[in-house]
């Protein structure tokens, strides 16, 4: 693995497999829903949608999905990943710090798994992580909460600043009662 990095354009390296996964748990901690999209570079995809045994916490069911999207990607041949996640947990655990700085401390609780992301991570040539927004991993969201039943969320986008500044004039424009 060349390491993990974190990625600031959204964008895969030529030839990455694109890898968006979820977790979810009901309640937190409760059931697992782990969900996951896989897109090679020719563009076929592979949605992953799966119960994990027991019970966790929401953190453990992200990392859970990681690593049935890491072990699908291996299986399919996948050289090197593009990863995008909404799960800031997994990327402080899993980012290599910067020379001179401190490494966000372990879960403890979940650190021989975050052991096993390590390990699987490196069985891949190139990584780079991203942190996306929720609504832009909806499909693998949707595909994680179906694991435990649930119907998929409304990923609303955030409003813009000039859709919040209409409004705040739109409620001065009204009559004192």
């Avoid at 030839?15 to 309640?27: F, K, Q, T």
């Amino acid at each position: 693995m060349t390491g993990l990095s974190p990625g600031s354009s959204g964008v895969a390296q030529p030839g990455a497999w694109v890898i968006h996964c979820d977790g979810s748990a009901l309640p937190n901690p409760g059931r697992m829903g782990l969900g996951a999209v896989l897109i090679s570079p020719q563009g076929a995809r592979t949605a992953l949608s799966l119960q994990a045994p027991g019970t966790g916490c929401n953190n453990e069911a992200e990392l859970r999905a990681l690593l049935l999207a890491l072990a699908e990607a291996r299986q399919q041949g996948a050289p090197a990943v593009a990863l995008f996640s909404d799960s800031r947990v997994l990327l402080e655990q899993l980012a290599v710090p910067a020379s001179g700085t401190a490494a966000v401390p372990p879960i403890a609780r979940l650190a021989p798994l975050f052991e096993d992301a390590r390990s699987a991570l490196g069985q891949f040539a190139a990584v780079q992580w991203t942190w996306v927004p929720r609504h832009r991993n909806a499909e693998a969201d949707a595909l994680a909460r179906a694991a435990v039943g649930l119907a998929p969320k409304p990923h609303a986008r955030p409003a813009s600043a000039g859709g919040r500044k209409r409004k705040k004039q739109r409620l001065q424009k009204r009559p004192a009662a």
